[in-house]
């Protein structure tokens, strides 16, 4: 049963495997956080032998590199499948995502024509009092931090830290400056490898 991996463990893994070249692995370690990702860990354990959480540590040797460099040729059409299966999820919560901005989008400009100042200012004063407390929380947490090594104090300043920057200043950028521009980033890279693919087809039909 494949050993289910961490976010931190993805994000160690994918860079690694870009590196050497490996980008249809790469791709699905960095985009999914669910069983797929597990699934390839498992496949390549029982295929080569390697275990995949020694590539983010960079413990494999030359002759790892590749083998799985090799197990990724010889798999493509296996890992294809899980990248798009992986990026069409992405790219279905990207929609939801975008649908959501758009209803808020639309809600600011009936607010924007309310007779009632406090009412069409809102959005614009609570935007602006998120961001104002990140910068300061920030700037406090960098040049005034306790003085003691109290472990609760600093996991309540990361758990705050985290949540202003990762949600609330997130969402304040997304909402005024946001675009799809991810989305379609993945959709291009995933076209490329159909099309390198049905290239290398083609060719070898001929």
């Known amino acids: ?14 860079p ?3 590196q050497r070249g490996m980008d249809l692995l790469s791709g699905i370690f960095r985009g999914a956080v669910d069983q797929g990702a597990d699934k390839v ?36 059409d296996q890992l ?4 798009q299966a992986i990026d069409s999820h992405a790219l279905e919560m990207e929609k ?11 809600a600011q400009v009936s607010r924007d024509k309310n007779d009632d100042q406090f ?15 990140t910068f300061l929380f920030v700037f406090w947490a960098a040049f005034f ?14 758990t705050v830290l985290g949540f202003l920057l990762g949600v609330g200043l997130s969402a304040v ?11 379609q980033d993945k959709s291009e890279q995933i076209q490329r490898l159909m099309d390198k693919k049905s290239g290398s087809g083609s060719e070898g039909g001929n």
Not at 48 to 72: C, M, P, R, S, V
Not at 124 to 131: E, Q, R
Request: neutral net charge; glycine residues 2%.
């Open 173 to 183: 950028i997304q909402f005024y400056f946001g675009s799809s521009k991810g989305s």
């Open 119 to 133: 009412v069409r200012r809102y959005t614009y004063h609570y935007a602006t009092a998120i961001t104002v407390l």
């Open 16 to 18: 690694q495997l870009a």
């Open 145 to 158: 931090p306790p003085n003691d090594k109290n472990d609760h104090a600093w996991r309540v300043i990361d």
């Open 96 to 106: 939801l995502r975008v649908e959501d901005m758009k209803s808020a989008r639309d």
């Open 41 to 76: 860990t498992q496949m390549i354990k029982e295929k080569t032998g390697i275990d995949i959480h020694d590539a983010a540590e960079n413990k494999l040797t030359d002759d790892q590199w590749i083998k799985l460099k090799e197990f990724e040729l010889q798999h493509q």
């Open 1 to 14: 049963m494949p050993i289910p991996l961490v976010a931190a463990a993805l994000s160690a893994i994918a």
């Open 80 to 83: 294809l499948a899980f990248r």
